[in-house]
């Protein structure tokens, strides 16, 4: 069992650790940047770490630095949280050499599953179905032409490393695919530091479902999948659990590839999933991993009653799965918003600032995963996350209900965020109905442009 737990992240999700860790006894110690000083996360935790400038490349991607503090404070374990460097290899590797703990999978799961090619051919190897496409890396533009002609257009051009929404373009024509390419190519080499691309076939009207595991290694269990597919720019905002478009017998099976794909990587920790599912042909197509906890863990908590970042922080510390699978049952339904300072009426335009009133909602299944307080300042450094407001009730139209009633209570006083656009969101006639893809958001936006901005 782990003492110390070292965690190299912040905001909401640094929160998130300090608090299970806080349940297991285990000591938390907080890094943070120079504009971090004052964070939650930060007066939470036993003890906090600088671990230097506010630029992230200087600080939380800073690997030798996050080492060296992680060492000086005897930390047992690093917590890598999201983003950052939570799906950086060479970072796993180098926590176990400085001999201290990876709360995560290893380096080596993370080469191939964090690569999204090669997690392609693993999917493919344990019999998951994937979205048609190149069956590796693209090696020259008129192979990889020719590969796109045969699938057929439109094409999606993605960048192996990409994450985040990112590293990813649209080709509609042979002409335009011609074009894309190259800048594709600078554009990943710039952002992930891996120029290699791969192409797919675009699914049309897709929705997004994911399923959470959790492996110790040996056994995988699934907890259930949720449902993603209200995006803007490939980034969700709004997602839930059990997913209102799956019928059973294709959760039974959808869930039952994802252990099998985790068995068969030999997974060990808590993982996700990602799979584009059509819900008329009712065919599923893996797209790729997450190797870390997501930021929308909490509604799975909430419909099994798992605190997965616990699971996580227990395998890491050595233990085998706690769980068979016939433990996990799911209760109810589950929505997450992701509310972000960023103005939805000015095109989502970032808004960082000082937080003066705030009111944060509460009442039977509500839960508000935050790193705000009252006159915290938001530094304009990092992602616009300001928390995740989490409901449960035992209906899908019931969570609507008390999504509505908790949104209504929610007050961030000082800073424009996306508060009403999920209240628009919750109104909605097909929302309602659960009758949404992953390209119905950004339509609505501009068609509800007026609204958003009143
Ligand atoms: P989730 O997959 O948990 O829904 P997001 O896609 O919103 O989460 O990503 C969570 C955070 O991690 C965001 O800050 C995002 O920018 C970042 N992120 C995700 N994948 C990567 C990656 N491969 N490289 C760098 N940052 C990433
Ligand atoms: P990231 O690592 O950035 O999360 P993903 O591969 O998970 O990248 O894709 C992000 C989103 O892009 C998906 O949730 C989905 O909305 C869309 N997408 C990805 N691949 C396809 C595809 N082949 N066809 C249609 N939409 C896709
Ligand atoms: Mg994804």
Redesign the pocket.
Known sequence: MLKSLFIANRGEIAVRIIRAARELGIRAIQAHSAADATSLAVRMADEAVDIGPPHAAKSYLNIQAIIDAARAAKADAIHPGYGFLAENAAFADAVVAAGMIFVGPSGDAIRTMGD?VSARSAAEKAGVPV?PGSGGRIADLSEAAQIAERIGFPI?I?AAA???????RIANTREEFEQFLPQAQAEAQAAFGDGGLYI????AR?R?IEVQVLGDGERAIHCFERE?SL?RR?QKLWEEAPSPALPEEVRRKLCASAVALAEAVHYKGAGTI?Y?YDDESHDFYF??MNTRIQVEHPVTEFITGLDLVREMILIAGGARLRHQQKDIRRQGHAIEVRINAEDPAKNFMPFPGSVSGLRVPGGPGTRFDTMLYDGYQVPPFYDSLLGKLIVWDETREQAIARMKRALHELDIGGLKTTKPLHLLLAEDGEVRKGQFH?RWLEPWLEANATRLSQ
């Open positions: 999204k979205v999606m993605k990409g994450g985040g929404g990112r590293g990813i797919e076939k675009v699914i897709a997004h993603c995006q490939r990602e584009l797209i790729e992953t």
